[in-house]
DNA sequence: CCATTAATTGAGACTTCGTTCAACTATCTG
DNA sequence: CAGATAGTTGAACGAAGTCTCAATTAATGG
């Protein structure tokens, strides 16, 4: 930490040819200021860890492109896991808020909330952002 | 998979009132087609995956917030992490195009590419989704 | 009310991650 | 060229994640 202001220090004195005290200390501020301002970082790292998964991603993307709910036997028949896996891969995503479940009978549904339908339409697209 | 078909055909007779063998066939086609829909599902599940880290994630924001290169010392002052486990998670990113490094002297300097800009700009939309 | 089926839960094995430590390369300065 | 500094690399180890198995709950139908 010290030795971390220390070398901001050297580079600010080698970027600005000359350096005080004050100017790391503004630049250190500066810096401080933009991580302060990412205070829901940890929800949206908790949002990209569902997703960082191959069955879950699946799973969402499939329920997103279908538009309606889906049973979890259909869904068992397009991912490559026991029901078990099944089972606790959606509930993984209903607690990302991704998907939300209705129980009918003795079946039981799921369909993509509006979260997960922008969260996708936009990994989608930013897959093909030229650069 | 036969089993699953089994459930899927005992579905869609539950749901159909009468269901014959081309009603299930159909079904799991359909399924299929929205599961083939969706080839680029590895690179994106890598795209998630390089987010679905607080430092990681904190380095992308405070370089697309930033606006312009930062110095990895820089960097340094915000996540906290050694300089070793600062040089991984950059090299990671950069891995997952979010973001790019440029040699200067002997410092090192990383900017956030458009791709990066793209998706921290919905993520942080995202968020307030309302549902 | 017993058997069957859909789905979930928890425990445990196995894998993948994230971080640090130590060693190394490259650049600058005297 | 010697010493110091910026940053990277690879090995190693603990933590976290993902899957399966076995047991369990809940709904349905004879």
């Known amino acids: 930490m010290a030795e ?11 970027e600005l040819g000359s350096c005080r005290e004050a100017d790391v200390d503004e630049r250190l ?14 929800v949206e790292t908790e949002l990209d860890s569902a ?14 492109a279908a538009g309606e709910e889906l049973c979890v036997c259909e869904l068992g028949a397009v991912v ?14 209903v607690d990302a808020g991704l998907v939300e479940g209705r129980k009918d009978g003795r079946w ?17 697209g930013s897959v093909t952002v030229d650069e």
């Open 29 to 42: 501020g500066e810096l401080n200021d933009l991580a302060d301002a990412l205070g829901t970082a940890t």
């Open 4 to 14: 971390t202001q220390e070398r901001v220090r050297r580079y600010l004195e080698d």
């Open 108 to 124: 039981k549904k799921y369909r993509a909330t509006n979260r997960a339908v922008a969260l996708v339409t936009v990994l989608d």
């Open 51 to 64: 997703l960082a998964n191959e069955t879950r991603y699946t799973l969402v993307r499939v329920l997103v």
């Open 80 to 93: 490559d896991v026991t029901d078990s896996g099944l089972s606790h891969a959606l509930s993984a995503l």
